[in-house]
């Protein structure tokens, strides 16, 4: 199994708290030691970072935690290989472009079958099974649309039918993004939290950090972050309910 | 206008060297200060790393110069933005998945009038002429073979006259790799050298590094390096004729 982060967020904000946690668990406080991956938005633009070895030990994770890369979206994931070997073409997030946007995918859990269904016009690099449903979810948007329907929600409404689809064959907690909405499916285990202004003071679990969003956030700022488990232990998280859908726009949960 | 490194090899080498030295032009040596990216093939994997900032000051730079990637083929462009504002979509390489495999593409000049040739399977992300001749390139490609056609060189002839044809549009440096060959049409400005036995010493031009490839490598290594204008000052670089394409694979030219 393998760990998600995600982040919605209304203002270009930084995930650096939150990643420090999520690395600790890539070996260190947890054994996902099989690669990690992030992308971050930065309008429609999208820059990914991968490294086949444990997050714990990378030198890019490093980096990225050292680097303040502010972001209004963020998919996040490490992985502890269950489905193909571990090497950089099997490490999420996987990237693809649909509709002149990048769209981001990541998940936890494993799927029975689905290297079975057909793929048209989107094909995997790697030999996950991950891939193979990113690949197949794109395939059906753009089989459905040509075009980027609008309102976003029109495309929320088939996401949700086609994640709860592929949800029937294991377990599929996924983020999934494409550069203004964050999908968050939960099969079994995700959880969500929102930070807003009265801010207040934030300690991760995985290591010792405390942060005072006060001090760097302003009134009007909303994050919502995502992770398979609870990242810190002095805030209240909402754990999803198994088999639903909630999609993020601009650091809060919209109706779709 | 911009300037690109490429390197193709046949055993899995790391580029800091070639990189150091293409990096001072991004806004140190060189007035390329809108922004670089790079990406590494790692067999079918490929990691990417973009920064829409100057590359002589980017933090991001600097952990890939002091980190050894080792890959078998590398596509690199600093950019000097004259079509497409500076922003981290309109920062090159740009990726695309075609046929199983990840495509990297980096242009240096300009393209009159190629955003009006229609585009079907790909569509661009940001704003760079750049970006829209290589999602007509892969279109191209993909309305031709549904599937990757074997041997390589039949790819190869098919690409030749792709790029020819954007080629009459202006100006049209370019590397493209599908992570096995390294395809690098000069219109204007382009060369390459091949380093293997017996290696010897080189020295930057744009800034005091010196290498001793001798101590770096095996007698067995062969890797080719591309770049606009050379970058060391004392080797031979073989200067690309105008509206020529060369194909590397495994660190040699081939013919195509």
Redesign the interface.
Known sequence: MCELLGMSANVPTDIRFSFSGLMERGGSTGPHGDGWGIAFY???????????GPSSDS??AR?VR??PIKSLVVVCHIRRATNGRV?????HPFT??L????WAFAHNGQLKGIKRWPLK??????TTDSEHAFCWILDQLRARYARPPTPGQTVARVVRRLLARIDGLGSFNVLLSDSQYLYAHCSTNLAWLTRRAPFGKASLIDTELTVDFAKETTPHDVVTVIATRPLTHDESWTVMERASLTVFHHGLPVNA
């Open positions: 930065e309008g429609k633009g999208c820059r990914t970072f991968h490294d086949p030198e890019i980096t050292r680097y090497c950089l073409e099997n490490t693809r472009e509709w002149g946007r990048t016009f989107y094909k995997p690099i790697g």
